[in-house]
């Protein structure tokens, strides 16, 4: 049976959107955090801690997601995460974001393959004696897609627990097409599990992606959930051949609780209407793709100073 995971994005798949989505949806396999830069704080700070303590994880396959070019700072993090149980690692290779690939981080470390190697041969060095096991989420390159072959015989020389692969390069962002035939080479000549992120806005989508990789049987969901959370049950649906609920039909009921647990637990923590109205209005940027008949409520969304003008206008629109 294949398995699926929700995307990491900084932000907005925190653990408040992991609860709500996985009491409300089709369950994840595995769930990613938003990546953690190492720092030289003893321990993590109140944010990053909300993120990773178990009691606001139950019920859920948590894999925390580093993101460093320094084997002892990332070495560090690791054993302050086995201090919380966990046992599985991501490493993130692929953030193209412009401030983090300017430090030579995430998809900007692709571009240094000699420090890449040094860094991971330190990084499993150091892990060698513990149970902690060690994934990478990559994209093919900083510039161009070609830069994956030299990428991936590095990666290959390490025990990963699976390469979670986005076929794009830094440079895309997320414009442009997948490189499919970039992908398949990974797929082929990987020496870990294989797993596809990327583009997979539909349950048709998706099975085009399923036939094409007949033999890669785990899949990484992300902006698609954000757009549409019920899609993981549509995938699930197709795949049992399931006549229950309409094709492509998003039930409001549903994602009005689902709506509503975000919106209070945010409203829970404290942190102010305008960081509330912040949050969900960001939410709102990929949901409101699922109501493009609506835009003039959705302006009403993104217009709203005040929370009681936020909720009037989500009501009129659910």
């Not at 993130?92 to 040094?118: H, I, Q, W």
Request: glycine content about 6%.
């Amino acid at each position: 049976m294949n398995r699926y995971y929700l995307a990491p994005l900084e932000g907005i798949t925190t653990y408040i959107f992991r609860n709500a989505y996985h009491r409300y949806f089709y369950p994840m396999d595995k769930y990613f955090t938003p990546f953690l830069v190492p720092h030289s704080k003893k321990g993590f700070s109140a944010k990053e801690k909300r993120e990773i303590l178990p009691e606001n994880n139950e019920g859920l396959y948590l894999v925390p997601q580093i993101m460093s070019n320094h084997a002892d700072e990332c070495l560090k993090t690791i054993e302050k995460l086995r201090v919380y149980g966990y046992k599985e690692v991501n490493l993130n290779m692929g953030c193209p974001s412009k401030t983090v690939v300017s430090k030579g981080r995430g998809a900007g470390f692709l571009a240094f393959p000699e420090e890449l190697d040094y860094f991971l041969d330190e990084v499993f060095e150091g892990i060698s004696n513990t149970d902690v096991k060690l994934s990478i989420k990559t994209r093919l390159g900083r510039d161009e897609p070609e830069e994956f072959f030299r990428i991936l015989e590095i990666y290959n020389q390490y025990p990963l627990e699976e390469l979670i692969i986005h076929p794009r390069v830094q440079k895309d962002f997320y414009k442009n097409m997948p490189n499919l035939e970039m992908f398949a080479y990974g797929a082929e000549n990987s020496k870990s599990r294989v797993c596809y992120n990327g583009e997979i806005f539909s349950a048709e989508k998706y099975e085009e992606i399923e036939r094409s990789f007949p033999d890669v049987h785990t899949f990484m969901l992300g902006r698609g959930i954000l757009e549409r959370p019920d899609l993981l049950g549509q995938i699930r649906r197709r795949e049992r051949k399931s006549e229950e609920g309409e094709e492509g039909f998003l039930d409001i009921e549903k994602l009005r609780r689902f709506h509503d647990r975000l919106y209070e637990d945010y409203r829970a923590l404290g942190m102010g209407d305008k960081n509330v109205l912040f949050k969900m209005k960001e939410i709102w940027c990929y949901l409101g793709k699922s109501f493009p008949e609506k835009e003039k409520v959705l302006k009403k969304i993104r217009k709203a100073e005040r929370l009681e003008k936020y909720e009037a206008a989500v009501e009129e629109l659910l």
